[in-house]
Nanobody
Framework: QVQLVESGGGLVQPGGSLRLFCVAS????????MAWYRQAPGKERELVAA???????MYADSVKERFTISKDNNGNTVYLQMNSLKPEDTALYYCNAEATWGKGTTVTVSS
């Protein structure tokens, strides 16, 4: 069973940057990729970015050119580098691997 723990969230001003971390533990044998989702207050959870173990990535249109998803060589940690943050990026960010979810880390973009 896989466990996911997110960190790196916080309060940042518009235009600022944050780097989120997702550390995976447990059996990763059946995991072929991981993803970041977010859920803003009053809104549905949405896919932000995903990465496969071959290195393929995809991004939501709203974060393209601003966010970058990457992983370490061991595949146990996935990162989300977030630049040029906007107030609309404020949300609880979740890490996902197949059917497993972390508890999330909060990102607040506000002046």
């Amino acid at each position: 069973q896989v466990q996911l723990v997110e960190s790196g969230g916080g309060l940042v001003q518009p235009g600022g940057s944050l780097r989120l971390f997702c550390v995976a533990s447990g059996s990763m044998a059946r995991i072929i990729g991981m993803a970041w989702y977010r859920q803003a207050p009053g809104k549905e959870r949405e896919l932000v970015a995903a990465i496969s173990w071959t290195g393929s990535t995809m991004y939501a249109d709203s974060v393209k050119e601003r966010f970058t998803i990457s992983k370490d060589n061991n595949g146990n940690t996935v990162y989300l580098q977030m630049n040029s943050l906007k107030p609309e990026d404020t949300a609880l960010y979740y890490c996902n691997a197949e059917a497993t979810w972390g508890k999330g880390t909060t990102v607040t973009v506000s002046s």
